[in-house]
């Protein structure tokens, strides 16, 4: 977590905006999951500059499992289209601007081709998808696998953990990027 936040903290200084692709196998879970609560914790933290991504090494589907545990956490989240891969519009709150998660390759024009962190949320992107073309930096932040909870008496649970432990550690770093940016 260290380094992106050095990262954002460096942004930050130069006056760029701050673009974060969050890439998980899939773009199913963890990189939504992460690219929600980063950008809740720019509007919390002020951070307008920051734009969150996600992407994938492959695409499926916006998994409904991590819809569901967005929408435990608070979140207003509505089915916009149905299909193989439908889409979800995911707000902070009525009224709020909604983020739109489809899964999609990293590599989608949706997200950035320059200028951004790479940031990979899962262990098998972070072994399998060593570069990242136009990042700047790629930094692993890998949280446990959460298909393996599908389907059992855990699930709910363990995607309501991950969910929060994802929130956490975001919330942290954006919290010490705005401590750190309280100068500029």
């Not at 890439?23 to 720019?42: E, F, G, K």
């Amino acid at each position: 977590m260290l380094q992106l936040t050095k990262y954002m903290q460096t942004r930050l200084a130069t006056g760029g905006p701050i673009k974060l692709l969050f890439v998980c196998t899939h773009n199913s879970r963890n990189s939504h999951l992460s690219q929600i609560w980063a950008a809740t914790a720019a509007m919390y933290y002020g951070l307008d500059r920051v734009v969150a991504y996600s992407g994938g090494m492959v695409a499926t589907a916006f998994n409904p499992r991590a819809a569901a545990a967005l929408e435990r956490a608070g979140f207003e989240v509505g089915k916009k289209t149905e299909g193989p891969n439908p889409l979800y519009e995911v707000r902070v709150g009525t009224g709020a601007k909604p983020w739109q998660c489809y899964s999609k390759l990293y590599s989608d024009s949706a997200n950035p081709t320059s200028g951004f962190a790479a940031v990979m949320t899962c262990d098998e992107a972070a072994e399998h998808c060593p570069n990242v073309p136009g990042a700047d930096t790629r930094v692993a932040i890998p949280f446990a696998e959460l298909s393996a909870a599908d389907d059992t008496p855990q699930e709910v649970s363990k995607y309501d953990e991950i969910c929060r432990q994802i929130a956490r550690e975001l919330l942290f770093a954006f919290s010490r990027v705005k401590q750190a940016g309280a100068g500029h």
